[in-house]
């Protein structure tokens, strides 16, 4: 995995929870897997210049910050973020993720501890 595209929550204890859809260079097995991340949005978000995609069959959730997070080699001061996705593309990801979401078919729900 490449990267991650997390979207926080606070729960009603105040702790942090986030969903967190996978960035992979790995071409989906079935096209409605996942959304290809196009060339100029990688750049602008500081990805390599590989092809890549966000994973919306499956997903994570997890308290913030988890276990599995770790800084990104190299960038001082350390930080756990690449770049922000533009908002457009965003919005793309998020209405195929709740369409992936319906019915019967469900992404798979990953629960960390």
Known sequence: MTGALALAVASADG?????????????????DDAIEIPADVRRASGLD??????????????????????AIPGRTPPT???GRLPGRFLLTVATAFRARNRGSTRAQEVRRP
């Not at 702790?15 to 260079?25: K, N, R, S």
């Open 15 to 31: 702790a942090t929870q986030v969903l967190v859809l996978p960035i992979t260079h790995a071409p989906p097995y079935r096209p």
């Open 49 to 70: 210049d590989a092809p890549q995609w966000v994973v919306i069959n499956e997903s994570n959730v997890f308290a913030w910050p988890g276990p599995d997070l770790r």
């Open 80 to 82: 756990h973020i690449y």
